[in-house]
């Protein structure tokens, strides 16, 4: 195998074990596996090394688009250093969340990366007692200062989606929120208003009772019948919107010449959604790319991942579901 790929047998053993080469040799090694076919013994290689070549991933569901494609991206960049995924959802349950920790304890795997605070919050504790590295991302609450943490300025993001609607001209805006999930996100967009005078109260933000496409749906009807005069709706993530726009749709309004709505996430199906959702877009592929890479680097050190808290800047991607308010009077 060394000589297919050009390399030394040490190399080859070093790619096979898990442990951090080029990319370039990497490809190399991985592309001549594959040629031969080569199935490494890994139950005899975590007895000899004591690594399972294993990291678990925690998401709160996988029917969210946003943690499906954070799931894909993580696991294309664990097996791209020779690491496998052990998936488990939290279900936004502390108890259930804490019987998939005494699992994974049990199962034995070499780090642990947990998305979203819902659900995880209450088991801070346990997860800075782990006997392997541990880094949470998406992180929305009040950060822990004793694990890592890398995610997005949520609240910023929420200022994006305001300051862009506010500058339209919209003055008018309802609000449907995964509530206390987004608050964040909803604060940031009230800033945006309130720089410029302007306010977004209460009677204005409507909570989602579910949080899916049929949740948005009916936050969109109750934001629109309690104000027919609204001129655009800020959801806090993609889906609510979505479910949002059909609101708009069934009241027989059309978007965004009636309503504007702008969503929060920019999950791949919402570009080709007629019309394209404006949204404000989260660095996912960063995200995972800086949280894996902290993980595997304090797997190789055999040390604990230092404890910063690292923000990632949201950016807005507008597309044709917003425009300036419909002209009145």
């Not at 808290?309 to 807005?316: E, F, I, Y």
């Amino acid at each position: 195998m060394a000589a297919r790929a050009g390399v030394t047998k040490q190399t080859v053993s070093n790619v096979v074990s898990g442990k951090k080469v080029r990319p370039e040799t990497l490809a190399k090694v991985n592309k001549a596996i594959a040629d031969l076919g080569y199935k490494p013994n890994l139950v005899a290689r975590s007895l000899r090394t004591g690594s399972t070549s294993t990291v678990g991933l925690f998401v709160p569901s996988v029917a969210n688009p946003f943690y499906s494609e954070v799931v894909e991206e993580v696991e294309n960049l664990l097996v791209g250093h020779g690491y496998n995924l052990l998936l488990a959802t939290t279900r936004d349950d502390p108890d259930y969340t804490r019987a998939h920790l005494e699992n994974l304890a049990a199962r034995s795997v070499d780090a642990l990366l947990v998305a979203c605070d819902n659900g995880v919050a209450q088991q801070i504790p346990m997860l800075v007692e782990a006997a392997f590295p541990v880094a949470l991302f998406a992180w929305e609450g009040d950060p822990p200062t004793m694990l890592p943490v890398v995610s997005i300025d949520y609240e910023h993001a929420g200022f994006l989606a305001g300051r862009y609607l506010r500058d339209l001209g919209h003055r008018n805006v309802a609000v449907i929120a995964d509530l206390p999930a987004h608050e964040p996100r909803v604060v940031g967009l009230r800033r945006a208003f309130a720089d410029h005078g302007l306010a977004i109260d209460d009677r204005k933000v409507f909570p989602c009772t579910r949080d899916d496409a049929a949740g948005g749906f009916d936050a969109g009807c109750a934001a629109l019948e309690a104000d027919p005069e609204l001129t655009a709706i800020f959801a806090t993530h993609d889906i609510l919107a979505l479910g949002a726009v059909e609101a708009v749709v069934r009241s027989g309004r059309r978007v965004p010449s009636d309503v504007s709505v702008v969503g929060f996430d920019d999950i791949a199906q919402v570009g080709r959604v007629q019309p394209a959702l404006t949204t404000v877009t989260v660095p996912k592929r960063e995200m995972a790319q800086q949280a894996v890479e902290l993980l595997l680097r304090a797997v190789d050190s055999g040390r604990p991942p230092t404890n910063v808290l690292t923000l990632l800047r949201p950016t807005l991607t507008i597309r044709d579901s917003s425009a300036p308010p419909r002209a009145t009077g």
